[in-house]
């Protein structure tokens, strides 16, 4: 299957402070990728659609200026924890379809993030 | 509103019996159907999907599903657990056109020597 990479894997800070999460797709281009957080024995919550040379597209109740999402290329999207508080603690994930919106999604490997 | 439901939190199975993880799912339109796996602290690891054709679907380590449109449902099989498949499965839903997946709560799977 495809390869989709995540970096870092893990990242503690502390409030306040800004913390991005790189999602890469290391054998395909990507025109869409998605955010997914994850709680805690629980689900993935979509959070928003990274559209690459566009603006992102939020899912209801995700504060876009608090989750910044940027799709610079065909094979990166970035995600930018802003001012970040304890609550923004979670698993984060990304994922890329192959070739096109409805294709298969590869996901990356996830960032845990804790905020102190 | 589209949903998916994995009605088992958990399902034990001992090496080597058959396991089956159960989904169903609501939605209206035709559905495109997802098994994903994800292991400790990793991300999620496609199995195998159903988008048309053949209903009974293989896909990765020897894991099979099976799409059921009268009962809407979706279920996970393979004949022969392994202790190395205990992990948390995830079923997922995505309609036509739009690329994001809809995803079941989760069910872990533990299997037992």
């Known amino acids: 299957g495809a390869v989709v990479s995540q970096h870092p894997s893990r990242v503690i800070c502390k409030s306040g402070t800004s913390v991005k999460i790189e999602c890469r797709s290391l054998?395909?281009?990507?025109?869409?990728m998605f955010w997914y957080r994850q709680f805690p024995k629980q689900s993935l919550m979509l959070m928003a659609t990274?559209?690459?040379?566009?603006?992102?597209?939020?899912e209801q109740g995700v504060e876009k200026d608090k989750f910044l999402i940027n799709h610079a290329s065909l094979t990166l999207s970035t995600l930018t924890v802003t001012s970040a508080h304890p609550e923004d603690s979670s698993f984060y994930i990304c994922?890329?379809?192959?070739?096109?919106?409805?294709?298969?999604?590869?996901f990356g490997p996830g960032t845990r993030l804790t905020v102190l | 509103a589209q949903s998916v439901a994995q009605p088992e939190d958990q399902v034990n199975v001992a090496e080597g019996n058959p396991l089956t993880v159960k989904c169903t799912y609501s939605?209206?339109?035709?559905?495109?159907l997802f098994w994903y796996v994800q292991y400790p602290n990793r991300g999620l690891q496609f199995l195998l999907k159903?988008?048309?054709?053949?209903?009974l679907v293989k896909g990765s380590y020897g894991f099979e599903a099976e799409f059921n449109k009268s009962q809407t449902s979706f279920h996970l099989k393979k004949p022969s657990a392994l202790v190395s498949d205990s992990a948390l499965y995830f079923c997922?839903?995505?309609?036509?056109?739009?690329?994001?997946?809809?995803f079941g709560k989760g069910t872990k799977l533990s299997v037992k020597p």
């Open positions: 054998d395909f281009q990507a025109t869409t």
């Open positions: 997922a839903v995505r309609l036509g056109s739009q690329g994001n997946l809809i």
């Open positions: 990274s559209n690459e040379g566009s603006k992102a597209t939020y």
């Open positions: 159903y988008i048309t054709g053949d209903n």
């Open positions: 939605v209206s339109g035709n559905p495109y």
């Open positions: 994922s890329a379809p192959t070739s096109g919106v409805t294709d298969t999604q590869y």
